[in-house]
């Protein structure tokens, strides 16, 4: 698991990514209702998904 504490002071490394223009319109319209930055809410995501990833699921057992 990341320990979100420390990895705030790590370096930080920059990645392209490249996703369709819907997707994108609709995390920036999503980021726009929230009031939040487009990195800030595609970070949640990421983080969701990682979070999900290291939970192993239910179907799997």
Known sequence: MID????????????????PTSL???????????LASKSGWVRRLILNELTKAATP???AA
């Open 4 to 19: 979100l504490d420390r990895a705030r002071f790590e370096p930080n490394r920059t990645i392209g990514v490249a996703i």
């Open 24 to 34: 994108f319109d609709e995390i920036e319209q999503r980021a726009k209702l929230e």
């Open 57 to 59: 699921s239910k179907d």
